[in-house]
């Protein structure tokens, strides 16, 4: 009985073609119970957060401190999408998650001998990765922009706007690129622990650390570290340090292609 487990599917997984492959990971990632509960923590992380931060504006901010450093509490979109950043954490571990798992479980060898040449098995996951992270995240995102806009009352903007669909959209299409992200890194280090390290450093730690580079060429460094060039596209009006949206956001899918490419050759070079 095991043998004949072990010949079906390889073949299944071999002989559906590209259509097969994709429905094999859409159904590894749908199976997991963690995809949902981190995706729909991330999605809740978004509305509540943007609730928090658009109902306690007038205030101050959550506790009278202004919210988070770096949110502007003028900014009514701002506001409402100021809980990207969390959403954009957990997506991102998320994305690590999903390669580093099949790792630890043995389950990408068996993928491997079914797909040889290996590279179509990253394409494949990172694209129901994307696929499945944009569906959540798209609604998600029209919430909390909706619900901080209630909130905010006299003070808020509609959808129709100057770039609040664009930025509402950008938020987004910038946590799902940090959760690519983190896939990449995943199928780079093959550790949980290592790719969500480099992940947050990377992405959350080092603009921080920019702040003390010399005023006089550190703006210059940090607007194009992946997270601070992406994040314009989730702001209506990115500030005079950042790149234009669309611009920042490539910035970002570049490295994320970068990570992935560079994976493709490792993990077809090294052992599965």
């Given amino acids: 009985m095991s043998a004949l487990t072990v010949t079906r599917t390889p073949g299944r997984l071999a002989g559906g073609g590209a259509t097969g492959l994709l429905t094999g990971q859409w159904l590894a990632v749908r199976s997991l119970r963690t995809t949902w509960w981190v995706l729909g923590g991330a999605a809740a992380a978004m509305v509540l957060f943007g609730l928090l931060f658009s109902a306690t504006a007038g205030s101050g901010g959550p506790g009278g401190q202004g919210g988070p450093p770096g949110l502007d509490g003028s900014d009514p979109v701002a506001l409402s999408l100021g809980g990207y950043r969390p959403a954009a954490l957990a997506v991102g571990v998320l994305g690590v998650l999903l390669v580093t798992g099949e790792h630890t479980s043995g389950a990408l060898r068996v993928l491997f001998a079914a797909v040889p040449a290996r590279w179509p098995v990253v394409l494949a996951r990172t694209a129901v990765t994307a696929a499945v992270s944009l569906a959540v995240l798209l609604p998600a ?104 949206p669309w611009t920042g956001f490539a910035v970002l899918c570049g490295y994320v292609v970068l990570l992935l490419a560079v994976a493709v050759v490792v993990v077809r070079r090294r052992d599965a």
Avoid: C, H, K, N
């Fill in 141 to 244: 995102s029209l919430a909390a922009l909706l619900a901080g806009q209630a909130a905010l009352g006299d003070r808020g903007v509609s959808l129709g706007d100057a770039g609040v669909l664009r930025a509402t959209v950008g938020t987004a299409l910038y946590v799902t690129a940090i959760g690519l992200m983190g896939a990449a890194l995943g199928w780079l280090l093959r550790s949980t622990a290592g790719a969500v390290g480099t992940l947050f450093g990377v992405v959350f730690l080092l603009p921080v650390l920019g702040g003390l580079l010399p005023s006089s060429w550190g703006p210059d460094v940090v607007r194009w570290l992946p997270g601070q060039a992406g994040a314009g596209v989730t702001e209506v009006l990115p500030g005079p340090d950042e790149f234009a």
